[in-house]
C-alpha cells in the first residue's frame, strides 16, 4: 500500500456530482488535484496552477467582502433618517448627500476596523506612555476571543463536508457542549490543570454524541443528516434551555436562567493578562486545525472519508465502510463542535445561559463554506469573522450602527462566494476554471 | 403466521423479514402503551378530570376518573400496538397508528387533568392559532419541494413577512396592506432562493440556512435602526379583526374554534384544500410533481422544468410570507427581534412529518400546534412535565419519522437538485 494521497485517484472524480457545467459540488477533482495544504512543496508548473487557481479563489473572495461591504454602506445609509433627508434634493445640492453619506459609512467602517484589528489614537497614546500596551492590543485580542470558537465550529462542518456529509447540527453540538463542559467545570472537584483537560474532554465528549446521533441514523436508517441534524439542533437549545433550571445547575442566588459558575481551575487561562480576554482557547483552534489537517490529508481515516464523500458507492466498491465513516465523521465532527462549545463557556461565558453558545453553529457553518472546507481556509475565515464581530461590537458603541449589520454583511459575503458564477458576471471576471469555485455538495434531502 | 397478503404472493423473489416496519412500530406502540396504563395510571390521582366543552371552566364537560382514563387509554395504545405486532392489512396502519397515538396523547391527559379541569375549546382554538403559522409555512414548503426546491429558508421567510408587516401596515395604518407587505417579504426570500438556486446553481440547504441568517440580520437590524427608536411610525400595526360567520359560529365547541376567528385561518384552510386538491387533480399539480420527481422526463415532454420551478418557489414565499404575518398582526402585535423563534423549522418538520402533503402537512402542524399550546397548558397547571420537553416533541417527532420508525418517509426523487436542460 502506498500513501494515502497515490490511492486518491482509484475513487477519484465523482459520477455522483450532479451534471451541468458548474457543477455544483466540492469538486472531487480539487480534492484530488489539491496536494493537501500549504505546508508542501510542490513541484513548480504545479505550484504555478495552483496559484493561479488560487489567486481566482482570492478574486472572488475579495470581491464578495467588498461587495458585501457595499450593500451594507447601502444599508447604513437608508437606515439613517438625516442622511435620507438630504437625497429629496440630491439634484439641487448632491455634496450634501454624498457627504453625509461618506461620513457616516467611513466613520461606522472606520470604527470596523479600530475595534477589529488596531486603533491608532491606542498605538499614538503608547507611543506617548499614556496607555498600557494592553490597550493596543485589545482589538486583536478581542478579534482571537470570537474567532477560537468559530474555528472549532467551522473545522467541524468542513470535516463533516469532505466526508459528503452537511452537518448543520453544529450549533446543536457545540450547545451540548457547554453544557458537559460547564457542568464538569463545576462538579468536579478536580486539581488545576486535570481540571481544565477534563472539562474541555467533557465538552468533546458532549458534542461527539450529540453527533453520534444521525452519524448512526445516516448510517443505519438513511435518514437525512440535514434533517436529523435541524431536529436536534432545536433540540439541544431546549434540553439546555430546562437543564439550567435544574437543583444542582442552577445558580441558587439567582432567580433568571444561569447556572453556576465555571470554577477557575476549569477555565481557559488568559494568555496576555491585564484585561484582555484572549485565552487558551486560541491555541487549542490552532492545534485543532493542525489535527483537522493531518487527519484530512495524512490519515487513514482522512482518506476514507475523502473517497466516500466524493463517490460512496465507488468507495464500498474498494472496501471501505462508508457506515462506520460516517458515525466515525459526525463523531468527530461532533466532538470538534463540543470544543467549540467548551471553548465558548470555560473562556469567556463561564457561566450557562439560555444564549451561552450565541450563534457559533450557524456562523461555523458559513465560516467552513467561506473557508472552503479546507482546515487553514477555514481558520482565515473564522478570524475574518471574529474580526467582524469584534469590529462590530466598537461600531454599535460609537456609531450606533446595530451589530446586526455584521450578521448581514457575514450572510452576503458567503451568499456570495457560494454563487461565484453571480459575482464572476457582476464584475465580468475571466471564466477559467470557475467550475473550481465552488463549495459545497447539492444533493438534496 | 397466517399473514401472507396478496401483495406478499404478487411481490418480490425476497422472502420478507418478520420485523417489518409495521411491526417495529407495533412494538414500540405496545411498550407506550405499558408505560401510559403503569407510570401514568400509577401516577395519576384517582380524581376527576374535567375536559369542559368551554374557554374556561363552567359549562358541560366530558369527565372521567384520571387514574382509570389514564389506565384505559394505555391499554388502548397496547391494544393499538398489538393488532400492529400481529400483522394486519396494509390499509388498517394509519388507521391504527392514530389511534395509538391519539390513545397515548389521551391517557397523558387524564394522568395530567385528574382532579382539575382542561377547557376544550380554549385547547383547540389556541392550538389551531399556534399551528397556523406552520400551516401557511408548511403549505410554501410543499409547493417549493414537491417541485424540486429544497426549502430551509422558511424561517427567513416568516421574519421577513413579520417584519413586512409590521413596517409597512403601521406606516399605511390597514391590517390588509400590511398582510400584503408581509408577502411580499416572503417573496423576497423566495426570488432570492429561486435565482441563486436555478440560475446560480447555489446548494440549496447552504442556500436556505444562508438565507434565514440574512433575513435575521436585516430584520434585526432594520429594527434596532427604525423601530426601536420611533416605534410608534414604524411598529404599531393593527391587529388583524376576528371574522365572525354567522350561523356556523354558533355551532357547539367547532363554532367558536374554526368560524369565529381570524381571516388567516380561512385563508389558511383554504388554501390546504387548494393545493391539496390541485396538487392532486389539476394540470398544474401534475407537472409540479413531475418536475419534482424526473425533471428530465418532464422536461422531454414538453413541460417547462425551470419556470415551474420559479412559480412554485414564488408562490410559496407569498403563502410563507403571509404566515409571517401571524407574529405580528395576530398574535403580539408590534415586531420583535428574531421573533419567529425557531417557527420556521418546526413548519420544515411539520412537512416533512406530514410527508410533503398539505393535508399531512396540515394535520403535522396540528399536532405541533396542540404540543406547543399543551406546554402552556401544563405548566399554567403547575405540571411536573417540564414545557421544554413538550417543545422538542415537533422534532423529536420527526426525528422519529425520518429514521423510518413510523411509517415511510420519502422526499420528491429530484428535490434538491438542480436542473440544467441539455
Same mark, same amino acid.
Given at each position: ?445 | ?162 417584519? @413586512?408587516?409590521?413596517?409597512? $401596515? *403601521?406606516?399605511?395604518?390597514? =391590517?390588509?396592506? #400590511?398582510? &400584503?407587505? %408581509?408577502?411580499? !417579504? +416572503? ?114 415532454? @414538453?413541460?417547462?422544468?425551470? $419556470? *415551474?420551478?420559479?412559480?412554485? =418557489?414564488?408562490? #410559496?414565499? &407569498?403563502? %410563507?410570507?403571509? !404566515? +409571517? ?98
Amino acid at each position: 500500500m502506498s500513501t494515502p494521497d497515490d490511492r486518491e485517484p482509484a475513487v477519484g472524480p465523482a459520477d455522483r456530482t450532479p451534471a451541468g457545467p458548474e457543477g455544483v459540488a466540492v469538486d472531487p477533482a480539487v480534492a484530488a488535484t489539491e496536494q493537501p495544504g500549504g505546508e508542501r512543496q510542490p513541484s513548480l508548473p504545479q505550484n504555478f496552477l495552483q496559484n493561479l487557481w488560487a489567486a481566482n479563489t482570492v478574486t472572488v473572495t475579495v470581491l464578495s467582502m467588498v461587495l458585501a461591504l457595499l450593500i451594507g454602506a447601502v444599508l447604513i445609509i437608508v437606515s439613517d433618517p438625516d442622511v435620507l433627508a438630504t437625497y429629496s434634493y440630491i439634484t439641487a445640492r448632491p455634496s450634501d448627500a454624498i457627504n453625509g453619506s461618506w461620513t457616516l459609512v467611513s466613520e461606522a467602517y472606520a470604527n470596523l476596523f479600530k475595534g477589529a484589528i488596531v486603533d491608532p489614537a491606542a498605538v499614538s497614546g503608547w507611543l506617548a506612555g499614556e496607555n498600557t500596551w494592553q490597550v493596543v492590543f485589545a482589538p486583536i485580542s478581542e478579534t482571537l476571543t470570537y474567532a477560537a470558537p468559530l474555528v472549532l465550529t467551522g473545522l467541524a462542518v468542513a470535516l463533516a463536508f469532505r466526508g459528503g456529509l452537511f452537518n448543520i447540527g453544529a450549533q446543536g453540538q457545540a450547545v451540548i457542549g457547554t453544557i458537559t463542559a460547564a457542568v464538569a467545570g463545576f462538579v468536579l472537584p478536580l486539581p488545576v490543570g486535570v481540571h481544565l483537560i477534563v472539562a474541555l474532554l467533557a465538552g468533546a465528549l458532549g458534542g461527539a454524541l450529540w453527533g453520534f446521533i444521525p452519524g448512526i441514523l445516516k448510517a443505519r436508517t438513511g435518514a437525512h443528516e440535514v434533517i436529523t441534524t435541524i431536529m436536534l439542533n432545536y433540540t439541544a437549545g431546549l434540553f439546555l434551555g430546562w437543564i439550567i433550571l435544574q437543583g444542582g445547575i442552577h445558580d441558587p442566588n439567582r432567580s433568571d436562567a444561569i447556572s453556576k459558575r465555571v470554577d477557575g481551575s476549569a477555565q481557559l487561562p488568559g494568555l496576555l493578562g491585564g484585561g484582555l480576554r484572549v485565552n487558551l482557547g486560541i491555541v487549542l483552534a490552532v492545534a485543532a486545525t493542525v489535527a483537522v489537517a493531518w487527519l484530512l490529508n495524512r490519515s487513514a481515516f482522512g482518506f476514507e472519508l475523502r473517497a466516500v464523500g466524493a463517490n460512496p458507492d465507488a468507495a464500498r466498491t474498494a472496501g471501505i465502510s462508508v457506515t462506520r465513516t460516517y458515525v466515525l465523521l459526525m463523531v468527530s465532527a461532533g466532538a470538534l463542535s463540543g470544543l467549540g462549545g467548551a471553548t465558548q463557556v470555560l473562556g469567556t461565558a463561564h457561566t450557562l445561559t439560555p444564549q451561552v453558545a450565541g450563534n457559533i453553529g450557524f456562523d461555523g457553518l458559513l465560516v467552513a463554506l467561506l473557508g472552503r472546507t479546507r482546515p487553514w481556509g477555514v481558520f482565515l475565515a473564522a478570524l475574518l469573522f471574529g474580526a467582524l464581530r469584534a469590529g462590530g461590537n466598537r461600531m454599535q458603541s460609537f456609531s450606533g450602527i446595530s451589530l446586526e449589520l455584521v450578521t448581514v454583511v457575514q450572510a452576503l459575503i458567503v451568499i456570495f462566494i457560494a454563487a461565484p458564477a453571480l459575482v464572476k458576471a457582476m464584475f465580468r471576471l475571466r471564466a477559467a476554471r470557475a467550475a473550481r469555485l465552488q463549495t459545497s455538495v447539492a444533493k438534496g434531502w | 403466521m397466517s399473514t401472507v397478503t396478496v401483495e406478499d404472493l404478487a411481490g418480490v423473489t425476497v422472502p420478507r423479514r418478520f420485523w417489518t416496519r409495521e411491526r417495529k412500530t407495533g412494538a414500540v406502540f405496545v411498550a407506550l402503551g405499558v408505560l401510559a396504563a403503569g407510570l401514568f395510571g400509577a401516577l395519576a390521582p384517582a380524581e376527576t378530570a374535567r375536559f369542559t366543552l368551554s374557554e374556561d371552566a363552567s359549562g358541560a364537560a366530558l369527565k372521567i376518573n384520571g387514574q382509570f382514563g389514564a389506565i384505559l387509554f394505555g391499554i388502548v395504545t397496547i391494544g393499538a400496538g398489538a393488532t400492529l405486532l400481529a400483522g394486519v392489512a396494509r390499509r388498517w396502519t394509519s388507521t391504527l397508528l392514530g389511534l395509538g397515538i391519539l390513545a397515548f396523547v389521551l391517557s397523558f391527559l387524564c394522568w395530567q387533568v385528574a382532579g382539575k379541569f382542561m377547557p376544550l375549546v380554549d385547547t383547540a382554538k389556541g392550538s389551531l392559532e399556534l399551528a397556523l403559522p406552520l400551516i401557511l409555512g408548511a403549505l410554501a414548503g410543499v409547493l417549493c419541494e414537491r417541485s424540486g426546491v429544497v426549502n430551509v429558508a422558511i424561517e427567513g421567510q416568516f421574519l421577513m413577512g413579520a417584519f @413586512g408587516a409590521a413596517l409597512v $401596515g *403601521t406606516m399605511a395604518a390597514s =391590517v390588509w396592506i #400590511g398582510l &400584503l407587505s %408581509a408577502a411580499v !417579504g +416572503g417573496l423576497v426570500i423566495a426570488v432570492l432562493l429561486a435565482v441563486l438556486a436555478m440560475r446560480y446553481l447555489v446548494d440549496q440547504v447552504v442556500l436556505g440556512i444562508v438565507l434565514n441568517l440574512l433575513a435575521l440580520g436585516l430584520t434585526g437590524f432594520l429594527y434596532e435602526r427604525l423601530m426601536q427608536p420611533h416605534a410608534d411610525v414604524y411598529n404599531q400595526p393593527p391587529r388583524m379583526p376576528t371574522w365572525r360567520i354567522p350561523g356556523l359560529a354558533d355551532i357547539p365547541v367547532v363554532g367558536p374554534v374554526l368560524f369565529n376567528t381570524n381571516p388567516l385561518v380561512y385563508l389558511a384552510l383554504i388554501l390546504v384544500a387548494v393545493i391539496s386538491v390541485g396538487l392532486a387533480r389539476t394540470r398544474w399539480g401534475l407537472r409540479t410533481r413531475a418536475v419534482g420527481e424526473h425533471p428530465a422526463a418532464a422536461d422531454t415532454v @414538453g413541460i417547462r422544468v425551470k $419556470g *415551474t420551478r420559479y412559480r412554485n =418557489v414564488l408562490l #410559496g414565499g &407569498l403563502i %410563507a410570507g403571509a !404566515g +409571517g404575518a401571524f407574529f405580528t398582526l395576530v398574535s403580539t402585535g408590534s415586531f420583535n427581534k428574531n421573533m419567529t423563534s425557531g417557527a420556521g423549522f418546526i413548519a420544515l418538520a411539520a412537512l416533512i412529518f406530514g410527508r410533503w402533503t398539505p393535508v399531512g402537512a396540515f394535520f403535522a402542524a396540528l399536532f405541533f400546534g396542540f404540543a406547543n399550546k399543551l406546554a402552556t397548558y401544563l405548566s399554567a397547571i403547575g405540571s411536573p412535565v417540564p414545557s421544554q420537553f413538550l417543545n422538542m416533541l415537533p422534532y423529536l417527532a420527526t426525528l422519529i419519522a425520518v429514521a423510518g420508525l413510523v411509517g415511510r418517509v420519502r422526499a420528491p426523487a429530484a428535490d434538491g437538485k438542480p436542473f440544467i436542460k441539455g
